[in-house]
């Protein structure tokens, strides 16, 4: 289970109780940015079901949530695949069965397929595009019409949808063709949903994160040496730096904040360089 955590340990969005009463869905939030979000959002009052693939992660991870919970916000699990249509609405229906209602849809899972234009076979291909962009896009449209037929959508409550885009959206990166190609299309889809969400009160944005502290990168020894080097602020992120993003952009203050893309990096993308080692 994910320990990896800022020097504090903290999630900084402030304890306001904006975010009581409050229904999320998260997919591939079993490990990682995505399980930092979930956290967050439970420890700020927020009721979460969590989404992973892998069955076991998803339940070992609403349990360690569950324990740390001090409040009445609970974390649910929800196992299973975020790119199929029918299972996002399952789980769409699942949280409205299990909370009452839906407010926020943060489309985290995702997989990375390293590659160039000449070694990216069809089967990858098709694989990082289902999951990337199919995934969030149905779970965009499944979480907004569940908004839409709730009762109460007013200005003050309304909704959130949130895409995890990358930085490699924003600049070219070695061996990921295909994987960047799916982080810009995300950008460019919050944009375009502004135009049928908005009407709803609800807000759609993107995180596009740096280089991030995870279970997979921390596997790789050089690492932090060599994004400590090239990262401007010194470091890569925590994953509570991107949940700090998260909760921002998905809080009922930033209600005016709508078809954007937050660069969470470090100030890689200022100057980005290559992770040479």
């Not at 001090?70 to 695949?81: F, H, K, N, S, W």
């Amino acid at each position: 289970m994910p320990t990896n955590r800022s020097a504090s340990g903290r999630i900084n969005s402030p304890a306001d109780g904006s975010f009581q009463h409050q229904v999320a869905v998260i997919t591939g939030a079993g490990q990682g940015i995505g399980f930092a979000i979930a956290r967050a959002l439970v420890q700020q009052g927020a009721h979460v079901l969590l989404n992973d693939y892998d069955e076991a992660l998803a339940r070992k991870a609403t349990e360690t949530i569950n324990q740390e919970s001090q409040g009445t916000a609970r974390c649910e699990a929800y196992p299973g695949d975020a790119s199929d249509v029918t299972f996002i609405q399952q789980m769409v229906n699942a949280a409205v069965e299990r909370f009452g209602k839906l407010t926020i849809a943060i489309a985290n899972a995702g997989i990375t397929v390293f590659g160039d234009i000449f070694t990216t076979t069809p089967e990858a291909f098709q694989k990082i595009v289902d999951l990337n962009l199919r995934g969030s896009f149905f779970l965009a449209q499944a979480a907004a019409s569940q908004i839409r037929k709730q009762s109460d959508v007013t200005p003050e409550q309304g909704g959130s949808v949130l895409f995890m885009s990358s930085v490699v959206g924003h600049q070219a990166h070695p061996g990921l063709p295909a994987y960047s190609m799916t982080k810009a299309g995300l950008e460019m889809l919050a944009k375009q949903l502004v135009i049928d969400f908005s009407p709803l009160q609800i807000t759609v944005n993107a995180i596009a994160p740096g280089a991030t502290l995870t279970e997979r990168t921390l596997d790789d020894p050089t690492y932090i040496p060599i994004w400590s080097r090239i990262t401007p602020m010194g470091r890569p992120a925590t994953v509570e730096d991107i949940a700090n993003a998260a909760l921002f952009l998905v809080a009922p203050a930033s209600r005016h904040i709508t078809g954007q893309s937050l660069v969470v990096d470090g100030g890689w993308t200022s100057i980005s360089p290559p992770p040479v080692s």
